[in-house]
């Protein structure tokens, strides 16, 4: 039996098994660059017909066919008494018999009913829960490349984990157990193809706190989720560790003498800051919270950077800004409400036809109406999550570049838009300042001062983020260097290698 580590990320997730001695990376999408690394969105999609609708839909077309027929027998009595023959009146009669037969014909109704039905209906309206239940699952760049080609066909969830600590209507909590089961799933059966061992026992990654307005209600939600979905996924045994602290436990492998550290790890989704007591004398103690030091956490990851970017550089090119005859702006909201990849119910409305309307009823009264086209073949063809992910890669590319060019032609033919280094600084200001109060917080909480920092997640290797964090506000804390993509799934599996060994 072994026990893996999993981090289950915002934009990207990863499996790691620790044998003691050295790190198994579990290859989850051989069509990534990195092949532990896969894309943490899912795409639900149906090859054929779409299941069958909800019996309350049924129930209501069976009354609106049953009106129509009963309109029908109305109009022939009408004709039975108006006939001036018996012939005529014949006529009528069997009209009448025919449609009585018909509304009475319950189970040919229904069957008329589901048809009717299906012809209107598309994934967009099935509920989360109806989607999980009935559809196909494709991971990774393989079910991003499926929405790419064919978004009619299903629906790209993001980031499901952005979702775990939000207000959950009727349904949709067991819609993401299902859901991540899935994932989880493929993470289990991978790992124990690969390591050729039962893999029953996970501790996998948690922010300090999920993203959602529910507060401590919204982190037991998540962690319900999670549970849940683990053992639905076939693990026997799960637990949790906050991803600042799993982070440490790898670094700590590296240390020679105790020292505090200050661990920020700034991800996709969140970011989550420890101060910590690590030590090589307490490489095998499972149980470590006596040596947290201060722990603190907020949703500020790279996705709102993704998203500060599109609004900041994006957007003024889809018609942002624009003043209509009246003299007022184009809604920003249009642009925001573009964005909401982690907020179903707000994009299910930025891609009702409603709003489509709304857009195209701002478009006849601004005077450059064309960048608003822009903004209606988004909404129309649904590329809100695709164009999140064109300012990921930008954000990324201007990692080591000074300008770039991003072709965003699956919105526009020849649409390219300009964007350097101090549009992605101006874009990401507000949001560095909320990751600068975080550390300030978390160190004022600290008993005890860091020795040395160490900075992971993503974002880490941002530049920006790198002279902010280490030349402006911390200089005076030597850096220990680390690797900024795998040490929270490492730090997981060397505490999944723990409880595997104390269960012996």
Request: overall charge negative; proline content about 5%; glycine content about 6%.
């Amino acid at each position: 039996m072994a026990a893996i580590g999993i981090d289950y990320g915002t934009s990207n997730s990863e499996a790691i098994y620790f044998d003691g001695q050295e790190h198994h990376f579990i290859t989850l999408d051989p069509m990534q660059k990195a092949a532990n690394k896969i894309r943490s969105s899912v795409f639900i999609y149906f090859d054929g017909e779409l299941p069958r609708p909800v019996d309350s839909a049924i129930v209501a077309k069976v009354a609106q066919l049953k009106g129509a027929i009963a309109q029908k027998i109305e109009k022939a009595k009408e004709g039975y008494y108006e006939a001036s023959t018996p012939k005529e009146q014949q006529i009528f009669s069997d009209r009448i018999d025919e449609h009585r037969a018909e509304f009475h014909n319950k189970p040919a109704l229904q069957r008329r009913a589901i048809e009717i039905l299906l012809e209107d209906m598309t994934v967009q309206d099935l509920p989360l829960h109806r989607l999980v239940e009935s559809g196909e699952f494709a991971f990774g760049e393989e079910g991003f490349n499926r929405y790419l080609k064919t978004p009619e066909k299903g629906r790209l969830i993001y980031s499901p984990k952005n979702f775990l600590g939000a207000n959950l209507i009727a349904g949709q909590q067991e819609a993401f157990v299902g859901m991540i089961a899935k994932q989880l799933e493929f993470f289990r059966l991978s790992a124990e193809q690969q390591l050729q061992q039962t893999v029953d026992t996970a501790v996998i990654g948690r922010p300090v706190k999920f993203h959602g307005s529910s507060g401590e209600q919204g982190n037991k939600q998540a962690i319900d989720i999670m549970t849940q979905a683990a053992q639905k996924a076939g693990f026997t045994k799960v637990e949790f560790l906050e991803e600042p602290i799993a982070a440490a436990y790898k670094i700590e492998r590296s240390l020679k003498k105790h020292t505090n550290v200050l661990v920020i790890d700034i991800g996709g989704g969140t970011t989550d800051i420890c101060c910590i007591k690590l030590s090589p004398e307490k490489l095998s103690n499972v149980d470590r919270q006596q040596d947290v030091l201060s722990v603190t956490g907020a949703r500020l990851g790279g996705m709102e950077c993704d998203k500060n970017l599109i609004v900041k550089s994006i957007a003024p090119t889809m018609g942002q800004g624009l003043l209509t005859y009246n003299g007022l702006p184009v809604p920003p909201a249009f642009f925001s409400d573009m964005c909401a990849v982690d907020d179903i119910p707000r994009l299910n409305h930025f891609f009702s036809e409603e709003y489509g309307l709304e857009i195209a009823q701002t478009k006849s009264i601004v005077k450059e109406p064309t960048l608003l086209d822009r903004l209606l073949t988004v909404q129309e063809q649904k590329l809100s999550p695709r164009l999140v992910n064109s300012s990921r890669l930008a954000k990324e590319m201007l990692s080591s570049k000074d300008q770039i060019t991003l072709p965003l032609h699956y919105i526009e033919p020849d649409y390219d838009v300009k964007i350097d280094t101090e549009d992605l600084s101006r874009s990401m200001q507000s949001w560095l300042q909320k990751v600068k109060r975080l550390v300030t917080e978390c160190l004022e909480n600290s008993a005890e001062p860091p020795e040395m920092l160490f900075i992971t997640g993503g974002m880490s290797l941002s530049p920006i983020v790198k002279k902010e964090l280490q030349e402006i506000m911390l200089p005076d804390l030597p850096l220990i260097e680390g690797d900024a993509f795998n040490s929270v799934c490492e730090g997981l599996a060397i505490q999944a290698a723990k409880l595997a060994q104390k269960k012996q």
